[in-house]
């Protein structure tokens, strides 16, 4: 069993940087594929980024791509997302998740294939 722990959101000014961490217990971090996912109130959750479990990969949301970087660090079992010129439209609940995987390539951009998931943590971007 993984346990998934986010933190770091908060309260930010458009255009201010947050960065999120995810903390994850167990020995196994190592070998599985991350990902940061977001849920605005009455909306659905959505995919964010995606990262492999090597590090080598990465993938990203279309309105992400150059503001937000995913990051992990295996030894510290932590999964990071730092965001950069933060919009109002990025308010929402981030939550962090993982898979165990074979390929230290592949990664995830679909909510079904993850197993594990944080509680989230809420990220509040006023204008």
């Known amino acids: 069993q993984v346990q998934l722990v986010e933190s770091g959101g908060g309260l930010v000014q458009a255009g201010g940087s947050l960065r999120l961490s995810c903390a994850t217990s167990?020995?196994?971090?190592?070998?599985?594929?991350m990902g940061w996912f977001r849920q605005a109130p009455g909306k659905e959750r959505e995919f964010v980024a995606a990262i492999s479990w090597s590090g080598g990969t990465t993938y990203y949301a279309d309105s992400e791509k150059g503001r937000f970087t995913i990051s992990r660090d295996n030894a510290k079992n932590t999964l990071y997302l730092q965001m950069n010129s933060l919009k109002p439209e990025d308010t929402a609940v981030y939550y962090c998740a993982g898979t165990p995987t074979l390929d230290s390539n592949l990664y995830y951009i679909a909510r079904e294939a993850y197993s594990y998931w944080g509680q989230g943590t809420r990220v509040t971007v006023s204008s």
């Open positions: 167990g020995r196994t971090f190592g070998r599985y594929a």
